[in-house]
């Protein structure tokens, strides 16, 4: 039977057989301000609230403007930070304007696994996966190769969740195997609703229907 982690939305989890499968990578997709940042502070939100280590990568924004956008949507993770449980890694200096090294890509892979075993993380966020910006598409599957070689290998019971940017190539969402995936997007009808949809998920029954939520300051995405 394959191991489960929430997502932080009871509902979703209900459907799905109680949730994510652990120790995989999960995508989620959506344009910009749907609320795929919000998802990824409830997931991390969740792991620390049964007394999970998580980690944060960002490669768009400082951790202090991801902190205040935690704060700006009612996540108070101050505790979190002061049990040393919650971990934000800038990861922009790995990049360039020509791309990506992959020596620097690997030391910068090696770090994580330090912080995985040091502290013991059990769930990751990449915040977003990539920044577009100069990143052709043999590039971004040579980063994505990278990091599910390191995740099988390497980090044993950790679920990653990668959040894609906007504009994301369509032809980008069937090259990357990733093994689950969630879709934020907006209804065609009016009024417009937010909805969540379950793309792919392995051994796992996919609920035909679409999800319509709200964003609530302080609880997150409610179904």
């Known amino acids: ?22 120790s995989l990578i999960t995508a989620i997709s959506g344009p910009i301000g749907i609320g795929k940042t919000c998802l990824a502070w409830q997931f991390l939100k969740t792991g620390l609230y049964v007394d999970e280590s998580v980690l944060l990568l960002t490669s768009k924004d400082s951790p202090e403007l991801l902190i205040q956008v935690a704060s700006g949507l009612g996540f ?4 979190a930070f002061d049990q040393h449980r919650l971990f934000i890694v800038d990861w ?9 090294a992959i020596d620097r890509v690997n030391a910068f892979l090696n770090r ?6 040091e502290h013991g993380i059990k769930r990751i966020v990449f915040d977003p996966l990539l920044p577009l910006v100069s990143m052709d598409a043999a590039m971004i599957q040579t980063f994505y ?8 290998e390497q980090y044993p019971g950790v679920s990653v969740w990668v959040l894609l940017p906007e504009p994301f190539p369509p032809d980008l969402q069937y090259a990357l195997p990733f093994d689950t995936w969630i879709q934020l997007g907006w209804s ?14 392995p051994c796992t029954a996919i609920p035909s229907h679409a999800f319509t939520f709200d964003i609530i300051k302080g609880e997150g995405i409610v179904i």
């Not at 922009?92 to 990506?100: K, P």
């Not at 065609?188 to 998920?201: H, S, V, W, Y």
């Open 1 to 22: 039977m394959m191991e489960r982690v929430s997502t932080g939305i009871r509902q979703v989890d209900d459907s799905i057989g109680g949730g994510v499968p652990k």
């Open 188 to 201: 065609e009808t009016l009024p417009r609703q937010r909805f969540l949809r379950i793309q792919k998920m």
């Open 145 to 152: 190769a990278l990091i599910q070689h390191q995740i099988s």
């Open 112 to 117: 994580i696994q330090s912080i995985i075993d």
């Open 92 to 100: 922009r200096d790995v990049l360039s304007e020509r791309g990506m």
């Open 76 to 79: 108070d993770l101050d505790w």
